[in-house]
């Protein structure tokens, strides 16, 4: 908690928007004073990004610049918490700290527009959420928990649109023959639990849907969120590649301690032994997030810095029990990247020079 809000301090003492933040506030004001959504004011984000916003500064104050970023704070912690109980559930305690550790560290990577409040920011904490409920342990053949999961990943969605493909590998995880044999169920009572998760799903998308055209802004909704969208480079394009290469490079340079974890998590059947030993099918649905979260990091063609937040969730899960294996001395691994003082001194490294860019860098826009 205290690294989070030392490496987010630019942030939080930052006289004004940051980046992405400046759009949305502009439609939350607004809404907050009579205006209508997508007409008044728009952005091409789901709805439900901008009631965030609205609700934020209705209590916080209009143009309040310090307690919306101590909010922004706050939704990571929220996240934090999400990622220790769920890696907690799985693993151990330790394995919770090293996944929100991961986490806090990641999210402030240096580009100080990785500091806003921005869609892939606020779609994650919904996501874990939602892995926390749908991957507990369960007596029950029905799990009424499913229905909150739908509805929170239905949630993220309205947030921002690449993170509906978080919804598909928890819809695979429940008909998953592992799943269905620790669980002890029929392949009609899987179905029946994947069924409901989907149908709380839609129906959440539905009431929404219902909200907006009440308002009589359904169609404008459905144009600015799904149609005013354009890949202007796609696969076919190699600037498609040259920038993914580019960003992706950038990217494993900046987390490389966390996806050096998470490679020894998963590159040999040894140690996925030694780690996931009784959570097979946790595993499996760790990788298929992995693989569909990298779809949506890659669906507009962009990849900018912020995007790849997406990916964290499954990588922190998969890299912490490595994390928490080291630092309690369990195991020791001769790669000089993986020994413990190493890695501390990376975590720690990698902690202070994020800081140092981000506070550098945002200094100047204070003006």
């Not at 930052?14 to 607004?30: F, K, N, Q, S």
């Not at 008909?175 to 009609?188: C, D, M, N």
């Not at 990849?303 to 990916?311: E, I, N």
């Not at 020791?332 to 720690?348: C, D, M, Q, T």
Request: proline share 6%; glycine share 8%.
């Amino acid at each position: 908690i205290l690294l989070t809000l030392v490496l987010r301090l630019p942030a939080i003492v930052h006289p004004m928007t940051l980046d992405d933040e400046g759009g949305y506030a502009v439609v939350a004001h607004e809404l907050l004073e009579g205006g209508t959504l997508y007409r008044s004011a728009l952005d091409r984000r789901p709805p439900l990004l901008f009631w965030i916003y609205a609700g934020v500064f209705r209590e916080v104050g209009p143009y309040n610049w310090l307690p919306f970023h101590l909010n922004g704070v706050s939704w990571i912690l929220l996240t934090l918490a999400g990622l220790y109980a769920l890696a907690r559930q799985l693993f151990s305690r330790e394995a919770g700290l090293a996944a929100a550790l991961f986490y806090s560290i990641c999210t402030a990577r240096p580009d100080w527009v990785n500091l806003a409040l921005n869609g892939e920011l606020m779609m994650n904490l919904p996501i874990v959420w939602a892995l926390f409920l749908a991957l507990r342990p369960s007596a029950s053949r029905i799990r009424p928990e499913l229905i909150a999961s739908g509805v929170l990943l239905a949630s993220a969605f309205l947030i921002k649109q690449p993170a509906a493909i978080a919804a598909v590998p928890v819809a695979l995880y429940l008909l998953l023959p592992s799943y269905r044999a620790r669980q002890e169920l029929h392949r009609r009572h899987a179905v029946a639990q994947a069924g409901l998760l989907t149908a709380s799903y839609f129906l959440t998308l539905g009431v929404v849907a219902l909200i907006l055209h009440r308002q009589g802004i359904l169609a404008d909704a459905w144009y600015w969120t799904f149609e005013d969208h354009e890949v202007v480079h796609g696969p076919w394009d190699p600037v498609f590649w040259q920038r993914g290469a580019k960003e992706t490079l950038a990217t494993a340079g900046a987390w490389h301690p966390l996806l050096a974890c998470c490679v020894v998590s998963i590159r040999d059947r040894a140690q996925r032994a030694r780690y996931w030993r009784g959570r097979e099918q946790e595993f499996t649905f760790l990788v298929l997030l992995l693989g569909f979260s990298v779809i949506g990091v890659c669906a507009t063609g962009r990849f900018y810095s912020h995007y790849f937040f997406q990916l964290l969730p499954a990588l922190v899960l998969l890299g912490a029990p490595v994390l928490a294996a080291i630092w309690t001395g369990a195991v020791a691994y001769p790669f000089p990247l993986l020994r413990r003082r190493v890695l501390g001194f990376l975590l720690a490294g990698t902690a202070v020079a994020f800081l140092i860019v981000n506070g550098v860098g945002l200094w100047p826009w204070r003006t």
